[in-house]
């Protein structure tokens, strides 16, 4: 994982690093997506199941599996749900008082459903005393996810704010899982399709495994990497906790590419009921002209068609279609895989003490100055 993927190396209101934006793995260097931080117990009104009715992937961070490794990270959760909808949220807290953070949620059934799940999260927070509550909504109309712009209307007349950033990512990338394996080999490029068909005959061997403890491949992978590019690494005790929960509770897989014998490609993959999300990544560059981890993704591809998931999220793209955006490479490799391009409502604030948040986002606007004013002066001084 790069200092690209953490722009200041902090979550906005938390003491974690930012999580699950885009890693520089999917271009083939270590790396990985993903976060958490401090928080604890359970909380309100349970939810009754995996929601699996809803159109649309039913993301593994709303789940009940996904608490579960909050829980395990030392922090607390609330859970809430009403008549189609249901929310995960996770609390932060900063000097400004405490914050409910909800990734990929609420999920509601339609914007009639999130109204109602805007209204009693409100006034749960406000109960709770909590500054504001973060939401990232996944709304369907019944068919499909309603995405950007069609949501941002229906938020903005909700009382909502678009956040300064997004936490998780904005756009993404998905394959339809329900079209059958040759079709989904179809979408790949050629040369995907004839990495995966031919990777034994370089020598490569795929497996998957739902061992905590292999997770360790893919920490050497981005330690390795960390040291050779001068980035920090992504914090390997979060990611034996999630792999420990998750594995344990058979939401995640952890994949491997062998060559002789050594570890040269590692991917961690999160599951749900209907979703299989590409969380983390890693590659030994010096084998990179193996081409490993092509042919590990498309097997993972695969592998959650046959188990019967609906859609794979390659989790994360460029926000823009610019070549020359920093993730404009990772974003071309997994429009590789086939699938097309979604865009989501973003990341959004609902303010429950006013003048708390007003002082948050007066806070943020003035360290935005300030780092703008450290940046004048240097262009003037390398000048």
Known sequence: MSLLNRPDGRAEFGTHPSP????????GHAGSVGSAGPA???GSVP?????????????VLQSRDWGRVQTALGRRTHRFRGPGWSALVIEESNTLGRIWYLPYGPVANDVVALEAALTSLGEAAKKAKVAWVRIEPMVSD??????APGLRSELLELGAREAPRDIQPRRSRWLDLTQGPEALLAGMTSTNRNLWRRHQDKGLSIESSRDPADV??????????????????????????????????GSGRVYLTRYEGQVVASAFVYDSASTRIFAHAGMRPEFKKLRPNQPLIAQAV??????GAKTADLFGIAPTDSPNHPWAGFTQFKRSFGGRDVEFA???DLPVSVPRYAAYRSMRSGRGMAQGMVGALRGRFRG
Request: hydrophobic share 40%; net charge negative.
């Open 346 to 348: 973003g990341t959004w």
């Open 20 to 27: 699950f934006l885009p890693s520089s793995a999917w271009s």
């Open 302 to 307: 695969l592998d959650a068609a046959e188990r």
């Open 47 to 59: 939810i009754a199941g995996r929601i699996s009715q809803m159109a649309g992937p039913h993301t």
């Open 216 to 249: 360790e491949e893919l920490i050497a992978l981005n330690q390795e990497s960390a040291e050779r590019k001068g980035f920090v690494a992504h914090d390997a005790d979060y990611l034996r906790t999630v792999a420990r929960t998750l594995l344990t509770c």
């Open 142 to 147: 019944g068919s499909e996810q309603i995405r």
């Open 40 to 42: 604890g117990s359970a």
